[in-house]
């Protein structure tokens, strides 16, 4: 094997999101300076996987750390939908809330979509509504919020000095929570986009015309060197872990695309854990934020 030095600048997602919690703490104290209010963010976990667990958890934490109430309801796994929707219905009349998270996903006997249609638009600051995705798809409109993943996606874009007008990125997975409004927002920004999926013949020759890649397909290291074009810009979403005997737990995580051969011929990359991850919960602080920001300019 020849192992060849790494060419790719790293884009770190943590000291990115760790500035913009910086950002975001001056801001909360402004709001409470000016109206003697704080931003609330209520996260509703249904169930008991401890991936869902963990996740709530953390969210929790970065709220506090920049100074958002949080609020938790934790139903049990065996929870109706109705039950889900009371919770929902209570938060959206709740004036201290400004965000409501529903932790996806849910027990299989309730209907995802029906819960997330029941969110208030102007609470949704996970941005899965069909108002905010149907606002965020048309020109001219503007939603009220912006998917967490795919947002921390284009500000690392943005914050790593990568220029996207004019520009051909290719989004690998479609999915409604980060493939579909990854390629919505890039396309927002004057880039040509394609979008690849299980059913795309020749995804490594399209990906590879690419100058921004945002890999989000949910399969370990599915992009390989040679999907990835010299100087490209490549965003890794993917979070899976994979068996390792020689880690302390056991496994390791991969991101959706394999780094070592991405970063031969990478501009700048993700990596993974350390990248998209830790924007993702600091988009979710600034949604809230943007929320809060917005009611009490209301006068709410
Ligand atoms: N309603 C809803 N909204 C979500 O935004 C949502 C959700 N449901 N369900 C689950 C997924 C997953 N997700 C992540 C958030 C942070 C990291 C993160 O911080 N990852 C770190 C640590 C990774 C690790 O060590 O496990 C990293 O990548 O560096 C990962 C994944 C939000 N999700």
């Given amino acids: 094997m020849t192992v060849t030095a790494m060419a790719a600048k790293l884009i770190d997602g943590k000291a990115i999101a760790e500035d913009i919690r910086k950002e975001l703490k001056a801001e909360v104290e402004q709001l409470k300076a000016k109206y003697g209010k ?112 795919p947002k921390g996606c284009l500000e ?34 004057d880039a040509t986009v394609t979008v690849i999926h299980s059913r795309t013949p020749d995804a490594q020759r399209i990906c590879a015309e690419a100058d921004i890649i945002i890999a989000a397909c949910g399969k370990a290291e599915m992009v390989e060197g040679d999907w990835v074009k010299e100087g490209a810009a490549v965003i890794d979403v993917g979070i899976n872990a994979v068996d390792d005997p020689s880690a302390k737990r056991g496994y390791r995580l991969v991101g959706d695309v394999n780094f070592a051969q991405a970063a031969e011929r990478a501009e700048c990359i993700t990596p993974v854990p350390g990248g998209v991850g830790p924007m993702t919960i600091a988009m979710l602080l600034r949604n809230c934020v943007d929320g809060a920001t917005r009611a009490f300019a209301a006068g709410h």
């Fill in 38 to 149: 704080t931003p609330g963010l209520a996260v509703v976990l249904v169930g008991e996987r401890k991936d869902s667990q963990t996740y709530v958890r953390n969210k929790k934490k970065a709220c506090e750390e920049v100074g958002i109430v949080s609020y938790g309801t934790d139903l049990p796994e065996t929870a109706s939908e109705e039950e889900v929707l009371k919770v929902v219905a209570d938060y959206n009349a709740d004036p201290n809330v400004h965000g409501i998270l529903v932790q996806l996903p849910l027990p299989k006997h309730i209907d995802e979509q029906r819960v997330l249609d029941a969110i208030s638009i102007e609470k949704d600051v996970d941005g899965f509504h069909p108002l905010n995705i149907g606002a965020l798809a048309m020109r001219g409109r503007d939603p009220l919020f912006v998917p967490c993943t």
């Fill in 156 to 189: 690392l874009l943005k914050r790593s000095g990568v220029q996207l007008s004019g520009k051909r990125a290719a989004v690998v997975g479609r999915s409604n929570i980060v493939g579909m409004p990854a390629a919505l927002l890039l396309q927002r920004e």
